[in-house]
């Protein structure tokens, strides 16, 4: 029990990688990338946390009564918004990506294709999306 | 409560990989949102009220709601064909 | 790479960095023993400095209000930047208006909905505010609240269809409320400046233990935040439903809201 | 109460927040050049309190409490401030940078109701924020605004590959900002504290431990993926290329070496203490920085997209950067520092170029362009300039901070990174020379390898004039070749070591006067062999278009775009980080 949820955290963030790097939506892959983050928000909260400690809000027991750590309770909630912010703004990206390019799939959008209109263009030298394959 | 919070952080591992392996984004969403709501439970359990309830409305309802949106968007719209 | 490399090289780069992860939990302490010092400290401190009940809420507006000031203008970033991208395309003037295809009839909503919407709305709104106001004494505060309080504004949504919804709420109100909230937020830093104190003291008289009205300054920031808050996280869900509304056939309305 | 210049302190981040609340909140009622005017008046404020920020802090670090939570018992309660003079001067040269790129993009985002000027400056203020604090989550807030600003910006054109630059670039630094806030976490666990004194003091009390060795790890890695180190820099080909040219100015300029100027800052003050961190460094920044030098010039080389092109001279340079940091010396350090400033400087003149090519060629392509360049040619001008000092002309900032690096290394005896520094720095100058030849002498008619690059039709808005554009470009060159050698050589001693926490030293070494020059020959000639190739006789030209064509492939193929392909070489690189922190 004791490494628990440092080991969840890690297999998290793990999995959530493994995730990113098969992904073949941009939608499911930033579901992919909230996986990720939710092993940051496990990690903190479980190094703050301590048996037999209350929630650190004195409102039904008195101040002194042991609490767990209410700093990693903040730095969550800010990595709360921080998680929020980019889904919406990855998600945004998404659609208009999809609109432009047809495709939500990863390995058929591409930032920057090679092109030939110079005079004396090689074929042998193109390195274009041609020569990957769809697979 | 001792064996409640071991348990808690496994379901949270699982709901977690459940969302990596739907691979159908129809579908991952009802993941996100139940992996949302297994974490605020797990934060509230670890006595992280704050967290949870932040958890609760941004990862169960703001985030999924959004992505349903964007699935929405992507399949009502053809792209199109300008670039 | 094919995708089957790609696989083979996060493996192994899983494989050299799994030693060192067990390492690292190993050295850690063991889940639930202690807590770091800082946050003892503060949980001892704090009650008493700053009349307040809710450690998360002082560390957040008072000790480190400079973090949830950061966090503040993140989410306006964040916003402002949702807007740009999607009217890039659909350009700033349409947005004023609710765009309706033309020749398309309105889906008449059943009595029921709109009549439990209109029920829902308030409650939600009520339990927004409660969320907002006790954020010094009970869990939440403005962020958890302004989310509530923007996800109450869908039921007018769901409940008055797109184009009432889309007639209460006016986009440049929404920047408002958010750069105002923004604003009030950043002026409570600088506002104990003139007076000689630091950025961010708090100044004002800090009320009674687990009142309502305790904590000074944090309950204007946190009203700060709620209205950031409330007004960015409306003006995302309006900017991604305008996304779906150039379609074809629109969908129902009513059936995203599962 | 503090005291009149620390209490200067909160301002600089403040300023810009409040005016872009106040632009957000009234966006609908600014008169068309308002947002103009507003945020280039609250860039160059920021510039001159930082410098005066600067200049105040010669005598010590200026330190500053928020919220009034001074350290009570020894235990750091709020989040604090701390000012050297190096991170002032950094400051500085960062809001004056965004104040001539507000000049160069004049009314050029005049229909987004200032919403591209609020981005912008709320990119200032973390950026501010990020040079000051000295709490480690505070760090982390500015490195995450940063982060979410840039990432909208990077976007703005909308086209398909802007997005898909965007989206690469978004999921890439979203992972860096988990792996630093993981590390935080840990370090944050095992000090019992945030603030960069106190984990630094615990640090150095603790001996060897796996935790803080695993928290560096991960901030580090997060750091360099900022500052786009091999194998971390994939996403900045793709963001830096599509990026509207105004914001590639401030990214390449600033935003880059803000990473790197973060890993120095971390790894000297805050895990400095530990023996296995700093037994790890060297081998880790200046195996990296050098491997990144060169490929980053190679890549650079083979370009025909002119932003394209800057950006991996930009991934090269910051190889340079990284390689001062690791000879972990006051000399090596302080070299990096002036090299930030001086880059920045160049390198944001050089995107401006690319932006006024843009504007009134409406073309980006270096080979689209030959000749295109005659009617501007105060612009060919300043190119050149431009791609002699990239390439370390003996002459200005940027040369002053690479002769201080290579001082730094020469005397620790890095022959290997010392050559691959000038070979990286020639590179990325042949690079830029022979697009200037090619645009604005309108030479080499018949490209080589660089024809199979990837490019794209892409233009901005001409709604401004030549001059307009131009000024701001040859001010940042201008201070480049203009700011007194003098004034550095007399500051930095003290600044560097005030940065590094370490005791003043007297003076810094310099490298060998050649080897500049070495570069500058090698710059010119591998510009003129890509404009004169046909010229050449077949000797010469066989065996390196043989040499070239191979690898070359190989490369492109690595720089994919694909986010699958990234993110596993981002696994690679934090195990190799950690491998090296190991073994260490």
């Known amino acids: 029990m004791s490494v628990l949820p440092y080991a969840v955290a890690a297999w998290l963030f793990g999995i959530g990688l493994y995730g990113i790097a098969t992904s073949r939506n941009f939608i499911h892959l930033v579901g992919c990338l909230g996986v990720c983050q939710s092993a940051t928000y496990v990690l903190l909260l479980g190094l703050g946390y301590r048996w037999g400690s209350i929630a650190p809000i004195f409102y039904d027991h008195p101040p002194g009564t042991p609490a767990v750590d209410p700093v990693m309770q903040a730095l969550v909630l800010t990595d709360i918004v921080v998680g929020a912010t980019l889904t919406a703004l990855l998600l945004v990206l998404t659609i208009q990506a999809y609109k432009r390019g047809g495709s939500l799939d990863p390995e058929k959008l591409r930032p920057m294709r090679a092109v030939g209109q110079s005079g004396r263009d090689r074929g042998s030298n193109r390195v274009g999306d041609g020569e990957r394959k769809a697979s | 409560m001792t064996a409640i919070l071991p348990l808690l952080f496994l379901f949270a591992a699982i709901s977690g990989t459940a969302v990596v392996l739907v691979r159908d984004p129809a579908r991952q969403v009802f993941a996100i949102a139940v992996n949302g709501l297994v974490l605020a439970i797990l934060f509230d359990a670890l006595q992280a009220p704050d967290v949870a309830l932040s958890e609760l409305a941004v990862g169960t309802a703001a985030v999924p709601l959004l992505f349903l949106v964007a699935l929405m968007a992507v399949k009502t719209q053809p792209p199109e064909e300008d670039s | ?258 | ?584």
């Open chain 4, 1 to 584: 109460m503090t005291a009149f210049p620390a209490a200067l302190l909160p301002l600089p981040v403040a300023i810009p927040l409040v005016i872009c609340a106040a632009m957000l909140a009234t966006a609908h009622f600014l008169p068309g050049r308002l947002p103009d005017i507003l945020a280039t008046l609250a860039a160059l404020s920021v510039a001159v309190l930082c410098g005066a920020i600067a200049v105040h802090a010669a005598d010590g670090p200026l330190v500053y409490w928020f919220g009034g939570w001074e350290p009570r018992d020894g235990v750091h309660l709020g989040i604090g401030f701390s000012v050297d003079e190096a991170s002032g001067w950094v400051a500085a040269f960062i809001g004056l940078l965004y104040a001539l790129t507000f000049v160069f993009a004049w009314g050029f985002f005049d229909r987004t109701h200032g919403h591209f000027h609020i981005l912008m400056l709320l990119f200032l203020a973390a950026m501010v924020g990020f040079c000051f604090t000295r709490d480690m989550f505070n760090l982390f807030v500015w490195f995450e605004v940063m982060s979410v600003a840039a990432f909208a910006l990077t976007a703005y054109h909308l086209a398909e590959s802007s997005l898909a630059g965007a989206i690469n670039f978004t999921v890439v630094n979203s992972l860096a900002g988990f792996l630093m806030l993981g590390g935080i976490g840990l370090i944050y666990a095992q000090t019992g504290t945030l603030d960069f004194e106190g984990i630094a003091a615990a640090v150095a009390q603790g001996g060897r431990d796996p935790v803080v060795a695993g928290a560096f790890c991960l901030v580090a890695s997060a750091l360099m993926i900022k500052g786009a180190i091999v194998p971390f820099q994939f996403w900045l080909a793709d963001a830096h290329a599509v990026a509207p040219s105004p914001v590639s100015v401030i990214f390449s300029g600033a935003m880059v070496s803000l990473g790197l100027f973060g890993l120095a800052k971390v790894s000297a003050v805050v895990f400095g203490g530990s023996d296995q961190v700093r037994h790890a460094l060297p081998a880790l920044l200046i195996g990296l920085g050098s491997f990144t030098a060169l490929l980053g010039g190679w890549m650079a080389l083979l370009q025909r997209h002119l932003k394209r092109m800057l950006a991996f001279s930009t991934i090269s340079h910051a190889g340079i950067m990284l390689t001062g940091l690791g000879a972990l010396s006051v000399n090596g350090t302080g070299g990096m520092l002036v090299y930030v400033v001086g880059h920045g400087l160049v390198k944001g003149a050089l995107f401006m170029i690319a932006g006024i090519l843009l504007a009134t060629q409406a073309s980006i392509d270096e080979i689209a362009l030959r000749g295109l360049g005659r009617g501007i040619w105060p612009a060919g001008i300043a190119m050149g300039l431009a791609g002699l000092l990239l390439c370390g002309l003996p002459l200005g900032v940027l040369d002053q901070g690479t002769r201080l690096v290579q001082g730094a290394l020469a005397q620790q005896g890095h022959g290997i990174a010392l050559a691959a520094g000038a070979i990286g720095a020639a590179l990325t100058g042949a690079a830029v020379l022979r697009a200037a030849g090619r645009i604005f002498l309108g030479l080499g008619p018949d490209p080589g390898d660089e024809a199979g690059a990837p490019s794209e039709d892409e233009r901005e808005k001409a709604n401004r004039p030549l001059w307009l554009m131009l000024a701001p470009c040859c001010v940042l060159l201008a201070l480049d070749v203009g700011v007194p050698a003098g004034l550095i050589e007399h500051a930095l001693p003290r600044a560097a070591s005030a940065f590094l926490h370490r005791p003043a030293v007297e003076t810094l070494a310099e490298g060998p006067g050649w080897l500049p020059w070495i570069s500058v020959v090698a710059a010119l000639a591998g510009a003129g062999y890509g404009l004169f190739r046909r010229r050449l006789p077949a000797l010469v030209v066989r065996p390196v278009s043989a040499t070239q064509s191979a690898p070359t492939r190989a490369l492109e193929v690595l720089h994919s775009g694909l986010i699958g392909d990234y993110v596993a070489w981002l696994g690679v690189g934090v195990a190799v980080v950690a491998g090296v922190l190991a073994l260490a």
């Open chain 3, 1 to 258: 790479m094919s995708p089957n490399a790609r696989i083979v090289l996060l493996a192994l780069a899983g494989l050299v960095l799994l030693p060192g992860a067990a390492a690292v939990i190993a050295g850690l302490p063991a889940f639930g023993s202690t807590i770091a010092q800082y946050g003892e400290r503060i949980n001892a401190v704090a009650p008493e400095a700053r009349h307040v009940a809710n450690m998360v809420s002082a560390i957040n507006f008072d000790l480190r209000g400079l973090d949830t000031l950061g966090e503040e203008f993140m989410l306006l970033a964040a916003i402002t930047g949702t807007v740009v991208l999607l009217r890039g395309r659909r350009g700033e003037g349409n947005t004023e208006r609710a765009m309706r295809r033309p020749g398309r009839a309105v889906i008449p909503r059943s009595e029921a909905v709109v009549l439990a919407c209109r029920i829902a709305g308030p409650l939600t709104a009520l339990f927004g505010l409660y969320v907002v106001l006790h954020a010094t004494v009970t869990p939440g505060g403005g962020f958890q609240g302004g989310v509530i309080l923007a996800s109450g504004t869908l039921l007018i949504y769901l409940g008055e269809g797109y184009a009432g919804w889309r007639d209460a709420i006016r986009s440049h109100w929404l920047d408002a409320l958010e750069g105002g909230g923004a604003l009030l937020f950043a002026l409570c830093g600088l506002a104990p400046m003139l007076t000689g104190a630091a950025f961010m003291q708090n100044i004002l008289p800090l009320g009674t233990f687990r009142d309502l009205f305790s904590g000074g300054l944090m309950l204007v920031e946190n009203l700060g935040v709620a209205l950031a808050v409330t007004g960015g996280f409306t003006q995302l869900f309006l900017e991604f439903m305008e996304e779906t509304r150039e379609a074809r056939e629109p969908e129902e309305p009513g059936e995203e809201s599962a």
